[in-house]
T-cell receptor, first 112, second 118 residues
């Protein structure tokens, strides 16, 4: 069975510092990987995806993610965090099963 | 981007009553609608997949007679929680996929419904 793991429940970072939200995956076949963000009382919003091609994927709001096949990871990154980035972030993935599996989410808290 | 409107945002009901949650795709035709539920501090769990005009496919462990899904049109899908009980209290969220979108490449999510059963 496919799985997606987000090992950190919460990540705290000061505004202006780089941030990383970790994600590892286990899927059959070629992975399709996604990051979503959830603001309070709002639905999930798509940030970025990896389907194929360059391992560094750039997405919305200055976020990027690096696909690492050998480490089966797809960590979300941003060079300089903003307070407004504070939200719940979900990693999701699918392989040949085509059903999307979500991680448990990581709450990002950016402070001044 | 495409928009999925989900209503109600929150609902409180008595045990034994039924609750209907609606998801409408406002600017695209959702050929497939996915329904998820999310418990506190847990991830989204897929409950069922529905294709317009067809019966929904339920995930293992999800009672199809309890969670009735209707996807009668390309712009509307509903989830009815029948005879709700406190253990059904959860956050329910839908996502739509339209024609022309590659498989799972981009899903459009509703804002979710928080159901509380007393």
């Amino acid at each position: 069975a496919q799985s997606v793991a987000q090992p950190e429940d919460q990540v705290n970072v000061a505004e202006g510092n780089p941030l990383t939200v970790k994600c590892t995956y286990s899927v059959s076949g070629n992975p399709y990987l996604f990051w979503y963000v959830q603001y309070p009382n709002r639905g999930l919003q798509f940030l970025l995806k990896y389907i194929t091609g360059d391992n560094l994927v750039k997405g919305s709001y200055g976020f990027e993610a690096e696909f690492n096949k050998s480490q089966t990871s797809f960590h979300l990154k941003k060079p300089s965090a903003l307070v407004s980035d504070s939200a719940l972030y979900f990693c999701a993935g699918t392989g040949t099963a085509s059903k999307l599996t979500f991680g448990t989410g990581t709450r990002l808290q950016v402070t001044l | 981007g495409a928009v999925v409107s989900q209503h109600p945002s929150w609902v409180i009901c008595k045990s034994g009553t039924s609750v209907k949650i609606e998801c409408r795709s406002l600017d695209f035709q959702a050929t497939t609608m996915f329904w998820y539920r999310q418990f506190p501090k847990q991830s989204l769990m897929l409950m069922a997949t529905s294709n317009e005009g067809s019966k929904a496919t339920y995930e293992q462990g999800v009672e199809k007679d309890k969670f009735l899904i209707n996807h009668a049109s390309l712009t509307l899908s509903t989830l009815t929680v029948t005879s709700a009980h406190p253990e059904d209290s959860s956050f329910y969220i839908c996502s739509g996929k339209g024609q022309g979108f590659r498989s799972n490449e981009k899903l459009f999510f509703g804002s979710g419904t928080q159901l509380s059963v007393l």
